[in-house]
């Protein structure tokens, strides 16, 4: 299946499960893979066969900067859940979501967490 890909893109949020990351807040990056079927926009090149890249991004940063949470990997469900409302047209959701500023006890080093979903049957 063909695929959509956002990369690196940087939000300010809240999340973190101390307190001083609640108050103080950090920047968050996130990388979005959208798998979709786009054999239809490759032969009209028409925008309304495809999805609006600018609409994913908003989407994302809405869920990442409006709801705080203690765990990156619940902000993460929450980014793929959102992006499954915002277009029927997407099947499966790759994301990554990078924490540079971790509270890590070493000098240096980065934290992510990455989750894989197919969308879920429609009932």
Same mark, same amino acid.
Request: with cysteine; proline share 5%; net charge negative.
């Given at each position: &299946? ?68 203690? &765990? ?52």
């Amino acid at each position: &299946m063909d695929a959509i890909h956002l990369e690196d893109l940087a939000f300010f949020a809240y999340h973190g499960l101390y307190d001083e990351e609640a108050k103080l807040g950090q920047r968050f990056h996130v990388d979005l893979t959208c798998w979709i079927d786009l054999q239809k926009v490759c032969e009209t090149d028409e925008y309304a066969d495809t999805v609006c890249y600018a609409s994913l991004l908003k989407t994302v940063e809405t869920a990442v900067t409006e709801t705080r949470f203690k &765990m990156i990997e619940r902000l993460a469900a929450q980014v793929i859940e959102a992006v499954f409302k915002s277009d029927d047209r997407i099947q499966r959701i790759r994301i990554r979501v990078h924490k540079p500023s971790a509270p890590l006890p070493v000098p240096t080093g980065k934290v992510s967490v990455e989750l894989l979903r197919d969308r879920p049957p429609q009932g």
